[in-house]
């Protein structure tokens, strides 16, 4: 089993693991108009290459 760390500044929302892979952790949010909550499973997020090449995966703090 692969071990994962929080990433610094994004506690609670993201981890990385020892080989790199970034994880979204599993959370909830509140929905629009402050009508109840949305679930948000936990997911492997995507890297995507920039024009330079190097690998990016986005993310966000609500």
């Known amino acids: 089993m692969e071990g994962y760390r929080p990433i610094p500044g994004y506690?609670?929302?993201?981890?990385?693991?020892?080989?790199g892979l970034v994880k979204s952790l599993?959370?909830?949010?509140?929905?629009?108009?402050?009508?109840?909550v949305i679930q948000i499973p936990e997911s492997i997020k995507t890297a995507?290459?920039?024009?330079?090449?190097w690998a990016h995966v986005p993310a966000a703090k609500p």
């Open 26 to 36: 599993a959370r909830t949010k509140p929905r629009p108009k402050g009508v109840g």
């Open 11 to 19: 506690e609670g929302y993201y981890s990385v693991s020892e080989s």
């Open 48 to 53: 995507h290459l920039d024009a330079r090449g």
